[in-house]
């Protein structure tokens, strides 16, 4: 089993900026790619960005390239998606997400506890 707890989410007001972490432990060498997720209100969960774990070959959505960034830091075991330029539309819950083999934007096998991240206009 591999767990993830992510931290850094908030309020913050358009145009600003916030970076999500996410601390894995557990069968953390099973882990082949980690990810965001994210589900607004009323909406199903959407794939955001993950990153190979070793390569470090990322691949985001379209609504989110050039503003999000994400990386990881292999030696802490930590993910980290950086957000910039936040527009109101992305608030919603961030989910960290980890996979144990090939890995795709469906969904992933395991997942964090989510964090609140709120834009205002």
């Known amino acids: 089993q591999v767990q993830l707890v992510e931290s850094g989410g908030g309020l913050v007001q358009a145009g600003g900026s916030l970076r999500l972490s996410c601390a894995a432990s557990?069968?953390?060498?099973?882990?082949?790619?980690m990810g965001w997720f994210r589900q607004a209100p009323g909406k199903e969960r959407e794939f955001v960005a993950r990153?190979?774990?070793?390569?470090?070959?990322?691949d985001s959505a379209d609504s989110v390239q050039d503003r999000f960034t994400i990386s990881r830091d292999k030696a802490k075991s930590t993910l980290y998606l950086q957000m910039n330029s936040l527009k109101p539309e992305d608030t919603a819950v961030y989910y960290c997400?980890?996979?144990?083999?090939?890995?795709?934007?469906?969904?992933?096998?395991?997942w964090g506890q989510g964090t609140q991240v709120t834009v205002s206009s």
């Open positions: 997400a980890a996979w144990r083999g090939p890995s795709g934007r469906a969904g992933a096998d395991y």
């Open positions: 990153i190979a774990y070793f390569t470090g070959i990322t």
């Open positions: 557990g069968r953390t060498f099973s882990t082949t790619t």
